[in-house]
């Protein structure tokens, strides 16, 4: 069973930068495709993006292209999102997810953490 861990998450202004972490215990990292969705109040989970095994392949939300970036260490069995050019509408609670394939449903998911961009 693996076990994520989100942190990183915060109080920044708009036009600033966060970086997520998302540690994984329990199990091997560079198994699984590392996804990252987020979740804003009221509305409904989407996707953000996310990265392959190897970490050579990466797919973004049309929201956050070129604004966001994915990667992992699986060395450090740690995957991370930078988050550059942020904008309110960005404020979300952000998840990450651990799943054995791309287009298939993660199964292991983080408890999420908090971003807020002020205006």
């Known amino acids: 069973q693996v076990q994520l861990v989100e942190s990183g998450g915060g109080l920044v202004q708009a036009g600033g930068s966060l970086r997520l972490s998302c540690a994984a215990s329990?199990?091997?990292?560079?198994?699984?495709?590392m996804h990252w969705f987020r979740q804003a109040p009221g509305k409904e989970r989407e996707f953000v993006g996310r990265?392959?095994?190897?970490?050579?392949?990466?797919r973004y939300a049309d929201s956050v292209k070129g604004r966001f970036t994915i990667s992992r260490d699986n060395a450090k069995n740690t995957g991370y999102l930078q988050m550059n050019s942020l904008k309110p509408e960005d404020t979300a609670i952000y998840y990450c997810?651990?799943?054995?394939?791309?287009?298939?449903?993660?199964?292991?998911w983080g408890q999420g953490t908090q971003v807020t961009v002020s205006s």
């Open positions: 997810a651990a799943g054995y394939s791309s287009i298939a449903v993660p199964a292991y």
């Open positions: 329990g199990g091997t990292l560079s198994n699984y495709v």
């Open positions: 990265i392959n095994w190897r970490g050579d392949s990466t």
